[in-house]
């Protein structure tokens, strides 16, 4: 990458034109021209002498273009805190965006963050726990719960703790597909239900239980959705313990195989830079995690 003379102006634009997927966009966010916009972005592109957008519909990073919207954002958040330092009166409530799991947003993320709801804006993007440090790579994010234990460059990373999945279904659809247990040919036939396609949590609970099968399957995308199918006997799936507790102790839900479970060890990592918004943040989460995960 060559060396950039840094300008505020053009790392704002570029970043305006990836967030809002056009020149327009960014002009209206930005309140200045749709030329002024590409002006910016273009002499930002000759500064680092390699082509930072792709002028598509709508317009996106390029493999360069990501680590400069990193670097944009990054520096814009220093500056919006800079500028909050030293004139308080014109300062705008700090952003904070955070890639988070369907399930840690629908359990214990939520409340540590509730907190910091009056003087932090979030801008929270449901990614599942394998995927979540990409956005972390592309500059989307300021920070990530994931299960990438390897940091980000530019990030830091520290072990949250784990949550542990368990097979779980009703009692009426446990009686009916399971009277003796999770065996392979129950695995086979009972419909089984996940978060989406890259949900994998109930087929690598099946590699180890019953190799080869395949049952037919509900997609709910919404953690809380999926735990309500369960709930009404749609099918069966891997729930956390916070979500499945309360229900399996007023026995809504039974566990169908008590000698396996799934642990998913989560990681928070950030961005590599004190912004007092991303600090507290980090420290609400971490809070959290110590008493609603495991710390085994």
């Known amino acids: 990458m060559a060396h950039v003379d840094l300008d505020l102006a ?16 960014a002009a209206r966010d930005l309140h200045v021209t749709p030329s ?51 004139a308080p009166e014109r300062s705008s409530t700090p952003t904070v965006s955070l890639a988070v799991n369907g399930d840690s947003l629908a359990t214990w993320v939520l409340p540590a963050l509730a907190a910091l709801g ?16 990409a956005l972390l790579r592309d500059g989307r994010v300021m920070a990530a719960i994931t299960t990438d234990a390897t940091a980000v460059q530019g ?43 890259r949900d994998d949590l109930q087929d690598r609970y099946l590699r180890r239980v019953a190799p080869g099968a395949a049952p037919p399957r509900h997609s709910v995308p919404s953690s809380a959705d999926l735990a309500t199918a369960v709930l009404l006997g749609m099918g069966w799936a891997m729930l956390p313990d916070g979500q ?19 642990d998913v060890v989560l990681h928070w990592q950030q961005w590599e830079i004190f912004t007092a918004a991303l600090d507290d943040t980090a420290r609400a989460i971490t809070a959290a995690a110590r008493t609603e995960l495991r710390q085994d």
């Open 155 to 197: 990030c830091s990373v520290s072990r949250l703790g784990l949550m542990r999945y368990r097979a779980m279904a009703s009692p009426g659809f446990a009686a009916t597909y399971f009277p003796r247990g999770a065996t392979p040919t129950a695995l086979d036939t009972a419909p089984m239900i996940v978060f989406d396609r």
């Open 36 to 86: 002024a916009v590409s002006q910016r972005i273009k002499s930002l592109e000759r500064s680092a002498g390699a082509v930072l957008v792709r002028r598509s519909r709508p317009v996106t990073a390029t493999e360069a273009g990501h680590a400069y919207v990193r670097l944009a954002r990054q520096i814009v958040a220093l500056a919006r805190e800079t500028d909050a330092a030293v």
């Open 10 to 25: 053009q790392l704002s634009a570029l970043a305006a034109v990836v967030d809002t997927g056009s020149f327009d966009g």
């Open 244 to 262: 499945s507790a309360t229900s399996e102790s007023s026995g809504s839900l039974v566990d169908l195989d008590p000698a396996r479970s799934i």
């Open 118 to 133: 009056r003087r932090v804006a979030f801008d929270l993007h449901r990614e599942d726990q394998d995927h979540s440090a």
